[in-house]
């Protein structure tokens, strides 16, 4: 579903190199988890992913189910399937939240040729997913993100997953923040999404959110490169032996 | 003031067609000896000269260069009223200033000026505040009708009265003078519009009286040809709240001044405003607020959206007299530059004589956050669109502190038409 070829990338802004040669293959139904110290290029890899224009790739390719997506800005991505759960979930004043879901759901239909829902239909699938990671209907009165601590912004956007229903979710440090409880409702969420025709990349500094979504595949990242992979039990070993270890194995 | 008539300036054509039109004119305007002087007084400081960069409250607006002609006035015509912003609201309509026929509403009078302008009642009011009152001299010298609306203690109107002034052109003056008794509750909207290249002066006077509430919506979409230049004079009596929302979303020159007093103890002003600029148009929003009373609490939120060569302006100059203790004044001007050639210009002023207050004011300049845009676009919806929801976003948030639906909505609906139009 996702093959990531020798991908170089920079900061467009002064130059510096941030991904610098990385490979990654992702089949449909997998679920890698990509690991590494801060620094070694995690959250850029997820913002290329979903199109940020702040990074300009110099070399190397991404395919999604075979086709490039580089030349795709960040709405055509989420159309073709693409959801990026954001670590730091924007606040936007004066969206508010339900205006703000429909008009992302109708966006992507569109874009696919779909005829856009009815209010009815939106209202009982929003209740439903909200019900399910147990978010307060009141909340998505509020606009956008504004006000959310930092459990329901993360709650909100498995709330967006759930209903954009994408193809390849990618999930940028979605433990940060949260309390044991949070984890748990976010991960089920995450977890109930799991199928055999949707992948999904989840980013994360500890190995503690990979005890609620197990990963089928691991790999570490480290200064721009994918330095090392393995299964579930890779991200004991990096727990155990710390980054230092591991990486001093693979230097 | 000694005045070397021999270094008057030669006036511009748009001054010349002014002191014409006003020959021609003086006959028929109605007044009593004093009106007529003041009318006369009001015309010599047009002769005068308008005002330039160089008076200080014209800095950004240079009325002189600016207003580059006056159209020749219609003779009179009766337009058709206009739906109104709030459905079942009672429509009081002036055709180029003249009332029209009025209604009748339970607990208020609604009467037309033409009667006291003769009888010289309002000839005190009318007289220009200040040397630099441009706008109340243009008026002065012209209004010949207008419309009052008087709202008896302790009635609360169940729907908002509507002020239409509408033009078809041609030069338009008009007047509204409307009190809202003791205790009493009412929500106004003037409605500032027509077709074809006028020139307009409107000038309001409103009075809040003690514990009363009011509402003031304006609602300027004059046609691109149009000048409009208008005043509110506002005083607020004590536990009085008044609540004006200003709309600007037309004219090619564009003067709405603010003239606020707080007079009465622990009353409450709230301004907000949306500026929507566009083409080669300018607008100047300009208020002054002074805070006279005891304990007395302001708020002003301006936010503006500037598209192609659109030039605005918002000068906001607070005045705390020594008697105003416990005043709490905010204000904030937010601009959204979406055009390189687009300019805003920013005036904040306070003028503080008393020592135990809190007041402040912040104004800021910026394009649509990248971030923001990001986010909405990773959702799926596409680069224009989300634009368009940030910056509807960024005038929403004002518009909905209105808090009361009734009036949030139809106003959001303007934005999304002009967006429509404009964007």
């Known amino acids: ?251 | 003031m000694a005045v070397n008539m021999n270094a008057a300036p030669k006036l511009t054509p748009a001054e010349t067609a002014l002191v014409e039109a006003f020959a021609e004119k003086v006959a028929d305007l109605p007044g009593d000896p004093g009106m007529m002087l003041l009318r006369d007084r009001a015309v010599e400081t047009i002769r005068a000269g308008l005002p330039t960069r160089r008076v200080e409250s014209w800095h950004y607006t240079d009325l002189r260069r600016l207003l580059t002609d006056v159209p020749a006035a219609h003779a009179a015509v009766t337009a058709k009223a206009t739906a109104p912003l709030v459905a079942g609201s009672t429509v009081v309509l002036a055709t180029a200033g003249a009332a029209g026929k009025l209604p009748k509403v339970d607990g208020a009078r609604i009467e037309r000026l033409a009667t006291q302008l003769l009888a010289g009642e309002l000839t005190e009011r009318l007289a220009p505040k200040g040397a630099d009152d441009a706008v109340g001299a243009i008026n002065a010298a012209f209004v010949a009708d207008g419309v009052s609306v008087t709202i008896e203690p302790e009635v609360v109107l169940a729907a908002p009265v509507e002020l239409q002034n509408i033009h078809v052109g041609g030069q338009v003056h008009g007047r509204l003078s409307v009190s809202v008794g003791q205790g009493a509750k009412a929500i106004f909207v003037e409605r500032q519009t027509g077709a074809g290249a006028a020139l307009v002066s409107s000038v309001a006077e409103l009075e809040v009286a003690d514990e009363a509430e009011a509402t003031w919506i304006i609602v300027q979409e004059q046609p691109e040809t149009t000048t409009h230049l208008a005043q509110l004079n506002a005083t607020i009596g004590k536990n009085a709240k008044l609540t004006v929302f200003l709309m600007n979303t037309g004219g090619r020159l564009v003067r709405q001044e603010l003239r606020i007093v707080a007079a009465g103890e622990n009353c409450e002003f709230t301004l907000r405003g949306v500026n929507l600029l566009t083409g080669s148009t300018h607008t100047d929003v300009t208020m002054v607020l002074d805070h006279a009373a005891f304990g007395a609490t302001s708020t002003e939120i301006i936010r503006n959206v500037v598209l192609g060569k659109a030039q605005g302006v918002f000068q906001g100059q607070i005045r705390v007299a020594r008697e105003a203790q416990k005043t709490d004044a905010k204000m904030a001007c937010n601009t959204l530059l979406l055009s390189d050639e687009g300019e805003f210009s920013i005036k904040p002023e306070l003028e503080i004589f008393a020592d135990d207050v809190a007041c402040g004011h912040g104004a800021t300049v910026a394009e649509i956050d990248r971030n923001h845009l990001f986010y909405l676009m990773a959702r799926g919806i596409p680069e224009k669109e989300a634009r368009g929801l940030l910056v509807k976003a960024f005038l929403a948030e004002v518009i909905e502190e209105l808090g009361d639906e009734a009036l949030v909505e139809p106003l959001e609906a303007r934005l999304d038409a002009w967006f429509g139009a404009n964007g």
């Open chain 1, 1 to 251: 579903m996702l093959e990531i070829k020798n991908l170089h990338a920079r900061i467009a802004e002064d130059g510096t190199e941030i991904i610098r040669g990385l490979n990654l293959t992702v089949k449909a139904g997998e679920v890698a988890a990509i690991m590494g110290p801060n620094g070694s290029g995690k959250s850029t890899l997820s913002y290329i992913l979903a199109g940020r224009e702040d990074y300009e790739v110099t070399e190397g390719d991404i395919l999604f189910n075979g086709e490039s997506i580089l030349e795709m800005d960040p709405a055509e991505r989420a159309a073709k399937g693409i959801f990026l759960a954001f670590q730091y979930p924007m606040e936007i004043p004066g969206v508010a939240t339900m205006e703000f879901l429909k008009v992302a759901l109708n966006s992507q239909r569109k874009q696919r040729g779909e005829e856009p829902l009815k209010v009815a239909d939106l209202l009982a699938r929003v209740k439903k997913a909200a019900g399910e990671l147990q978010m307060d209907m009141g909340m998505l009165k509020r606009p956008l993100n504004v006000g959310f601590s930092g459990g329901e912004k993360k709650r909100a956007e498995i709330l967006q997953m759930k209903l954009l229903e994408p193809k390849l979710c990618v999930l940028d440090e979605t433990d940060s923040g949260l309390d044991i409880d949070a984890l748990k409702i976010v991960a089920d969420g995450v977890n109930a999404l799991r199928s055999p025709d949707r992948a999904m990349v989840v980013i994360t500094h500890y190995q503690r959110l990979l005890d609620y979504i197990v990963p089928d595949s691991v790999h570490v990242l480290y200064k721009g490169q994918v330095v090392k992979s393995g299964d579930k039990t890779l991200a004991h070993t990096l727990e155990a032996e710390g980054y230092a270890g591991v990486l001093g194995e693979a230097a």
